[in-house]
């Protein structure tokens, strides 16, 4: 892939964060991760793209921090974030995701 679809996906990122941030202003908790989410994960596939001229089908944060160490010196502190990140992707796209109702049931849905 070509530095200009690693500039378009970077491009993309940032607009996955400026929702997130939106969305957690707001309390909508749930959509801001998944936002954030989006917006790590892009990111880091635009990395990927500039770095080593190629597009990997990953999903997820860690895993490809994991990658790119080649290329940058992830510490220890952004792969706990990143796994963090994670485990809060799959509920707010799969409401199906809890035994019993969403997490933050009793909070502002959204």
Not at 58 to 74: K, N, S, T
Not at 89 to 100: D, F
Request: net charge positive; no cysteine; charged share 30%.
């Amino acid at each position: 892939m070509s530095a200009r679809r690693a500039r378009d996906r970077l491009l993309d990122a940032v607009e996955d964060l400026e929702v997130a941030k939106i969305l957690a202003r707001e309390g909508r908790f749930a959509r801001a991760y998944f936002h954030a989410h989006q917006g790590a994960e892009k990111a880091l596939k635009a990395l990927l793209i500039r770095e080593a001229g190629r597009y990997e089908p990953i999903y997820g944060v860690r895993e490809p921090l994991e990658m790119y160490r080649v290329f940058l010196e992830a510490p220890d502190g952004l792969l706990r974030a990143a796994s963090k990140l994670d485990s809060h992707y799959i509920p707010p796209r799969y409401p199906n995701a809890w035994p019993s109702g969403p997490s933050w049931a009793g909070s502002r849905r959204s």
